[in-house]
């Protein structure tokens, strides 16, 4: 089994990744094939002011990574680095340097140009196993979107159109660890379309301000990015960060008809849609529920089960123990935040939009 060190214990590190390693580790226990050894450890210097979540036995909490040494056996641990993409570099660097080899690094890779290269040279170098946080490619949904790309059935993919919303108002006033809304929700858009289309260019992006009685948060309103893919595909990323009610939603258009596909809202539930309506055609007015095959999707409503994030953990988990490089998903990583650094780049050079529209 494996020890998690989850490092940085904000929304990310605390709400998801403890909260999610709990339920692998139940899930892989009650079939006799424990994954997970708990309690995990999680470090962050503000731990004494925090409010975790987290059960008793599931996690020692630390302040420095000198006390998580303490607790956790590099040759034996997995670190989930949930710190702001600002801060990646030095820390992966100290982990490697105390002999953590398996990482597991929250969306973005990295916050500039310069960080992922060096972020790259030092993996090179020091043999680092670097997954990074892609659970939306790694969802039942996007598999079956993939099978409807790559198996033709409804004709060549044109566009595809990615929508995010969500109000995020009192996060984004209460903590600074984003610098735009580049870095909140179009990390896994942006991932999603490389993975179902293939490598872009970047077209158009702009930001605007997150405004609210309470104050005003220049580039956290929401992002908007257009992309040309090699492929002939084009994309559009949206993402409303002050919208008054959740999206996670996919459209993915063919010659033939559209996907649209929803993604979990939230931790509350765990069951994507996936709707398939061929060109004359309309969706139907009943749902069916589908269960995960490895066929072809075909015309219809599905529902299914989709803990994208748990599935994740656990993939990454058993590819850690068999000592199989990610080298697919690494480059995909690499991609999307070369893409990221270049619209941040783009929305630098351009004045902000006072406000955004879907």
């Known amino acids: 089994m494996l020890q998690p060190l989850v490092v940085g214990l904000g929304r990310s590190g605390s709400g998801l990744h403890l909260k ?13 094939d424990p994954l997970v050894a708990l309690p995990a450890v999680g470090c962050d210097p503000r731990a004494g002011v925090l409010r975790l979540t987290a059960t008793p036995g599931e996690v020692t909490v630390v302040t420095t990574l000198d006390q998580a040494l303490e607790h ?7 670190v989930h680095v949930c710190t ?5 570099h030095a820390l992966i660097a100290e982990l490697a340097g105390h002999g953590f080899r398996r990482m597991i690094v929250e969306k973005p890779l990295a916050g500039s140009r310069d960080e992922l290269d060096a972020l790259v040279r030092l993996r090179d170098e020091t043999g680092l196993a670097l997954v990074t946080m892609a659970h939306w490619t790694g969802s039942r949904l996007a598999a079956r979107l993939r099978r409807l790309v790559r198996g033709g059935h409804l004709g060549r993919l044109r566009h595809i159109t990615v929508d995010q919303h969500k109000p995020r108002f009192l996060r984004s006033l209460t903590t600074d660890g984003h610098q735009s809304a580049l870095d909140v929700e179009i990390p896994h858009s942006l991932a999603l379309a ?13 930001c605007w301000d997150l405004r609210c009685e309470d104050g005003e948060l220049p580039g956290m309103g929401g992002a908007h990015l257009e992309l040309e893919h090699s492929t002939g595909v084009s994309t559009r990323l949206r993402s409303d960060l002050g919208a008054p009610v959740r999206q996670r939603s996919v459209v993915c258009e063919f010659d033939g008809g559209t996907a649209t596909g929803h993604f979990p809202l939230s931790e509350d539930d765990d069951h994507a849609q996936l709707v398939i309506t061929p060109v004359g055609g ?46 697919t998903g690494f480059t995909l990583a690499c991609e999307t935040a070369r893409l990221l650094c270049a619209a941040r780049e783009h929305c630098a050079a351009a004045p ?6 879907r």
Do not use: I
């Open 20 to 32: 999610t390693l709990a339920r692998l580790a139940g899930r892989t226990g009650s079939t006799n």
């Open 72 to 78: 956790v056996d590099p040759a034996t641990a997995v």
């Open 84 to 88: 702001p993409p600002r801060l990646r």
């Open 194 to 206: 490389l993975d179902l289309a293939g490598p872009a260019e970047l077209r158009a992006a702009h």
């Open 282 to 327: 309309d969706a139907p007015a009943t749902t069916t529920v589908a269960n995960a095959t490895g066929g072809v999707p075909g015309p219809g409503h599905q529902v299914f089960r989709d803990d994208a994030l748990t599935d994740f953990l656990e993939g990454a988990y058993r590819g850690f123990l068999s000592e199989a490089p990610d080298a």
């Open 352 to 357: 902000l939009s006072g406000t955004g529209s």
